[in-house]
Structures are given as structure tokens and as C-alpha cells.
């Protein structure tokens, strides 16, 4: 989002006082957090094929946070944020980890690695030759769908049942550790 010098005085300010604000009480929502809709420029010329990839008229976002909704309207973008700031902090909840306190930066975090690690001279063979890729950061959230634009994985899966002799099309996620898994346990069973 390219944003001009006013927009972002305007978006500091805005961010400063809500950080103010947030001091009255200890239990923020998503009202409490500095938030800006705005409209986005269109581009009939998209590169992403729908209905996968669908390009909303507005977005909403929490300054200083890459929480974010889409949708036809303002307040359709402000309700999908507000179903994506509610997933957000009911996992940082979760987690034992505190709200950030609104007005402030919100920290960068990264999926765990800890099952595909499990697998990770697999993560590279199948980078290498499922996604034709020389390197790709995976994690436990990574799926097919993050690496091409089509409209199912079925392509990917074919290529997984070529080189590896298994079945993923079952795993409707396309979730990497899932089918770390299910590679793992096809070269465990015995030879019938």
C-alpha cells in the first residue's frame, strides 16, 4: 500500500490517539485499534484467475498491523476484518500471549516449523521435485495452494503421485504436513 506523506501524518495521529485511549481500560476490541478503510484502485488486467482470487472494491486494516478484510463495501471490509482481528486475538489468547496495545506495532510472527522440521530431507526432495523450486521457506501452515494460481491442486497432486507413488488428493487443505505425513507412512508399510 502506497500511501502518501498525509496519510501517513494522518494514520500516526490517528495511531497516537488510540494509544492514548487504550490506557482507560485492559481489555481491548477491535474498535479500541486505529483502522483505516480504504478504496482500491482497480485492475481489470489481474494476473490472479477468479473465483479464486477475488479483488475487493475496499479494504480495512489495522494501522501497524498486517490484520486485514476485503469486501464490495466499507462495512463488508470492516466485518471481514473484523472476523480476521478476532481469529488473531483469540490465538495470541491461546498462546499466553498479551494484546498489542492499540496504536502500536504489531510483531511479525512466523508459523511454527516443528512437523515439517520432522521431514525436512523430505521438504527439500519435494520442494526440489514437486514444486521446481531451488528453495522455498515452508511451515506447518505452508499448502500446494500457496505455490500456483490455479483453481484446484490437482496438477500438484498428480505430480506428488509421479514422484513419490502416493494419493494426497484426499487432503482438501493441501496442507505440506499432512502430506509429509502420508509420504512417511506409505514408505513405512510393508510390500505386499
Known amino acids: 500500500m502506497a500511501y502518501s506523506r498525509l496519510s501517513k501524518l494522518r494514520n500516526r495521529l490517528h495511531s497516537s490517539w488510540k494509544w492514548l485511549l487504550s490506557f482507560r481500560k485492559n481489555d481491548w476490541h477491535l474498535d479500541d485499534y486505529p483502522i483505516v478503510i480504504r478504496e482500491q484502485e482497480g485492475d481489470d488486467d489481474s494476473l490472479l484467475p477468479a473465483p479464486r482470487f477475488i479483488s475487493h472494491r475496499y479494504v480495512a486494516h489495522i494501522v501497524n498491523a498486517a490484520i486485514t478484510g476485503g469486501g464490495d463495501t466499507p462495512s463488508a471490509a470492516k466485518e471481514k476484518l473484523k472476523e480476521s482481528f478476532r ?64 483453481s ?37 508399510k510393508p510390500a505386499s
Open 87 to 150: 481469529t488473531v486475538r483469540n490465538r495470541r489468547l491461546e498462546d499466553g500471549k498479551p494484546l498489542v496495545r492499540p496504536g502500536r506495532s504489531w510483531p511479525v510472527e512466523f508459523a511454527s516449523q516443528e512437523h515439517v522440521n520432522e521431514h525436512e530431507a523430505l521438504g527439500e526432495d519435494f520442494i526440489r521435485r514437486v514444486l521446481d523450486l531451488d528453495w522455498a521457506w515452508i511451515s506447518d501452515e505452508s499448502s500446494l495452494w500457496d505455490f500456483h494460481t490455479e
Open 152 to 188: 484446484d491442486n490437482s496438477r500438484l497432486n498428480a505430480k506428488i503421485m509421479e514422484v513419490y507413488g502416493v494419493d494426497v488428493s484426499d487432503i482438501q487443505s493441501g496442507r505440506l504436513a499432512a502430506i509429509f505425513e502420508r509420504i512417511v507412512q506409505s514408505r513405512a
